[in-house]
């Protein structure tokens, strides 16, 4: 049996490290696209005016609200939840951001009662609105890196929802 001539052995290598390096392209485009549905607000833009400031939200393809913010200047992903009473944090992230764990509190989860702790979110920021000292709960066991923006943060702000995305406006002076 004869070996293929070298030009043909290079042509086949290229061949498949073509149809490689297509495939690899192509799972991350697709990867990109399917991070995008998940949350399409990874970095929002602020609308500042005469007296406030505000960010709209779109919503994904489960009609949630996720965006991409800032607890204590570290990059965080939120997914708003007007029927937490306060912002939850899962513990291990809310170790890495620097946050102490207060005293023990009864939480109702989505996977039932459990046992949160108390804590305080120095800086809290979604696009250009900056929340101070935030109401939190810690809660252990909770495997997520998505923090739950719940109404201790939400109820400083106006927020309305209509046709598929949520405004959220910060008065920096007196409302009108």
Do not use: C
């Not at 939120?78 to 009864?106: H, I, M, N, Y």
């Not at 250009?128 to 943060?153: H, K, N, T």
């Amino acid at each position: 049996m004869s070996e293929a001539p070298p030009g043909r052995r290079a042509g086949r290598a290229m061949l498949v490290l073509a149809w490689v390096l297509g495939l690899f392209l192509a799972a991350r485009l697709f990867s990109l696209w399917e991070q995008s549905r998940l949350n399409p607000n990874p970095a929002p833009v602020s609308l500042h005016a005469a007296n406030y400031i505000e960010v709209t939200l779109d919503g994904n393809a489960q009609g949630h609200f996720l965006a991409g913010g800032h607890i204590n200047a570290e990059q965080v992903i939120f997914l708003l939840d007007t029927g937490a009473t306060d912002v939850a944090v899962p513990e291990a992230l809310g170790a890495r951001l620097g946050l102490s764990r207060g005293r023990a509190q009864s939480v109702l989860t989505a996977s039932g009662p459990s046992t949160g702790y108390h804590t305080r979110i120095a800086h809290l920021q979604l696009g250009d609105i900056v929340l101070q000292d935030v109401p939190a709960v810690l809660i252990p066991g909770f495997e997520s890196e998505v923090v739950l923006l719940g109404m201790s943060a939400l109820k400083q702000l106006e927020f309305t929802q209509r046709a598929g995305t949520l405004v959220l406006r910060q008065y920096t002076t007196e409302q009108p």
